[in-house]
């Protein structure tokens, strides 16, 4: 069984800083691509980045790039998220992902999804 | 404003069958045949229930169904149940971005 399980959110103030972690059981890790979500309180989904198995690529969603910094610790079976800078608009539950397939240059398809974890970013 | 449009709200009673649609464009659900459709329960977390248009994920059950027309995706939903009460999202694989786009969700009421 596929499991998912997000650490690391929290109240940050304007221009802080925060990593989010992810552990994940179930399958082999090194083979797959996986993600990071967020969802806005009372909002949509916003995929933010992504980073293949070998973490020889890594994917930002233009709202993030230059900001979060996504990594991944093969012998750990965990993926982090970086987050720099960090603005008002950030808020938002992170979810961690299985991505389905991430080719040369792009990803798709979200197999399996942690429970999140929530960053608020208030003064 | 999300990439892929869809109604925000749609509403059946059991038994019935209740389409969702989402409509993109010709960069992203018009060109390519991945659009995939997620559901997530209050307080949840977000589950796969169709990927490529038309596929369905080990263990999804057969009452979940996906189609494409041109930029239009829809995900039909057939015997409606109450578990079925939930936020569907749509998403496509796009040119535009390196990452999928999503839908703004529907909210799913089953009367």
């Known amino acids: 069984e596929v499991q998912l399980l997000e650490s690391g959110g929290g109240l940050v103030q304007p221009g802080g800083s925060l990593r989010l972690s992810c552990g994940a059981s179930g399958f082999i890790f090194s083979d797959y691509a996986m993600g990071w979500v967020r969802q806005a309180p009372g909002k949509g989904l916003e995929w933010v980045s992504a980073?293949?198995?070998?973490?020889?690529?890594?994917f930002y969603a233009d709202s993030v790039k230059g900001r979060f910094t996504i990594s991944r610790d093969n012998s750990k079976n965990t993926v982090y998220l970086q987050m720099d800078s960090l603005r008002v608009e950030d808020t938002a539950v992170y979810y961690c992902?299985?991505?389905?397939?991430?080719?040369?240059?792009?990803?798709?398809?979200?197999?399996?999804w942690g429970q999140g974890t929530l960053v608020t970013v208030s003064s | 404003q999300s990439a892929l449009t869809q109604p925000a709200s749609v509403s059946g009673s059991p038994g019935q069958s209740i389409t969702i649609s989402c409509t993109g464009t010709s960069t992203d659900v018009g060109r390519y045949n991945y659009v995939s459709w997620y559901q997530q329960h209050p307080g949840g977390a977000p589950k796969l229930i169709i990927y490529?248009?038309?596929n369905r994920p080990s263990g999804i059950s057969n009452r979940f169904s996906g189609s494409k027309s041109g930029n239009r995706a829809s995900l039909t939903i057939s015997g409606l149940q109450a578990e079925d009460e939930a936020d569907y999202y749509c998403s496509s694989y796009t040119s535009s971005t390196p990452l999928e786009v999503f839908g703004g969700g529907t909210k799913l009421t089953v009367l």
């Open positions: 490529d248009v038309t």
């Open positions: 980073i293949r198995g070998s973490a020889d690529k890594t």
């Open positions: 992902a299985k991505v389905g397939y991430c080719g040369g240059g792009s990803c798709r398809r979200l197999e399996y």
